[in-house]
C-alpha cells in the first residue's frame, strides 16, 4: 500500500478578518469612552479597572474568533506524483543579491 502526499494550503485572507478586528476596536473604544467618563466623575480606580476588565474579557474571545476562522481556511489536497516530479525537476535559480549602483 503506498502512502499519499498531502499538501496543505492556507486560504486565509484579511478580508476574512476584517470585520473581526473592526468589532473589537468598536468594543475598546466604548470602553475607553466608559473610562473617561469614570475619569471625570472623580472615579480613577474604576476607570483604570473598567478599561482592563473589558481588555481581559474581551480578548480570549478575540483569540478564539482568529483561531478558529483560521482552521476554518486551511485545506489539505492531496498531491499527485506525476505533478510533483515535475516540480521536482525543475532547476533552481540561483538569485543575485541586489547591488547599490554607483
Known amino acids: 500500500m503506498e502512502m499519499k502526499k498531502y499538501r496543505m494550503v492556507c486560504t ?11 468589532v473589537w476596536l468598536v468594543v475598546l473604544f466604548i470602553s475607553l469612552a466608559s473610562a473617561l467618563a469614570l475619569m471625570g466623575a472623580s472615579r480613577p480606580i474604576y476607570a483604570l479597572a473598567t478599561v482592563g476588565l473589558v481588555l481581559v474579557l474581551s480578548l480570549p474571545f478575540l ?14 489536497s492531496t498531491v499527485d506524483p506525476a505533478t510533483e516530479a515535475r516540480f521536482k525537476s525543475r532547476p533552481v535559480v540561483s538569485q543575485k543579491p541586489a547591488q547599490a549602483a554607483g
Open 63 to 76: 483569540l478564539f474568533a482568529f483561531v478558529t476562522t483560521l482552521l476554518n481556511h486551511i485545506e489539505f
Open 12 to 22: 486565509l485572507t484579511f478580508g476574512d478578518i476584517y470585520g473581526q478586528i473592526i
